[in-house]
T-cell receptor, first 112, second 112 residues
């Protein structure tokens, strides 16, 4: 079966702009979570959605938001981009939020 | 908050050598996974192992939940094993469902 698909793979944005990243989970998986990876902070949890509801949120400012659609696809949005938002953004899916977690290939965001 | 500590931070091996990576965690967990991040950034799930021992080819893992540590064994290492290995845990409690906390990783380099 198809894996977790993230689009786009690469993105360059200017400070102050906003960006939307997309994630399609494995078919049948209802939990989608997002992570930010930077050299300084490592892998950090952003938020997790299950059946269109945000169940958990990490310690990030309100500029970071997300949503999940009825088909389990998810988007995350970052508004008013800052240079420090440059990172690899990883999406993951799992059947119920527990058990084996499968990650997508990520979206590498560069803010200039 | 919970601490997830991995050791060693860096490891250089000659092809064919064996190695042991360690993950210590400071609280009770109901989910522990090992991942390998390849040079392109994708996180590949190696093991879902909240307790016990599992083996998959040249890789095996053991988690002793009561003592709050997990070990990843790599035998007969190959150059393709190079990359970063992450341990990730999910705390006990419904409020933590779907939220993985990652260690800082062990960077492995296997030389031919």
């Amino acid at each position: 079966k198809a894996g977790v698909t993230q689009t786009p793979r690469y993105l360059i944005k200017t400070r102050g702009q906003q960006v939307t990243l997309s994630c399609s989970p494995i078919s049948g998986h209802r939990s989608v979570s997002w992570y930010q990876q930077t050299p300084g902070q490592g892998l950090q949890f952003l938020f997790e959605y299950f059946s269109e509801t945000q169940r958990n949120k990490g310690n990030f400012p309100g500029r970071f938001s997300g949503r999940q659609f009825s088909n389990s696809r998810s988007e995350m949005n970052v508004s008013t981009l800052e240079l420090g938002d440059s990172a690899l953004y990883l999406c993951a899916s799992s059947p119920e939020g527990q058990g084996i977690t499968t990650f997508g290939s990520g979206t590498r965001l560069t803010v200039v | 908050g919970i601490q997830v500590e991995q050791s060693p931070p860096d490891l250089i091996l000659q092809e064919g050598a064996n190695s042991t990576l360690r993950c210590n965690f400071s609280d009770s967990v109901n989910n522990l996974q090992w991942f390998h991040q390849n040079p392109w950034g994708q996180l590949i799930n190696l093991f879902y192992i909240p307790s016990g021992t599992k083996q998959n080819g040249r890789l095996s893992a053991t988690t002793v939940a009561t003592e709050r540590y997990s070990l990843l064994y790599i035998s007969s290492s190959q150059t393709t094993d190079s990359g970063v290995y992450f341990c990730a845990v999910e705390l006990v409690g419904s409020s933590n469902t779907g939220k993985l906390i990652f260690g800082q990783g062990t960077t492995l380099q296997v030389k031919p």
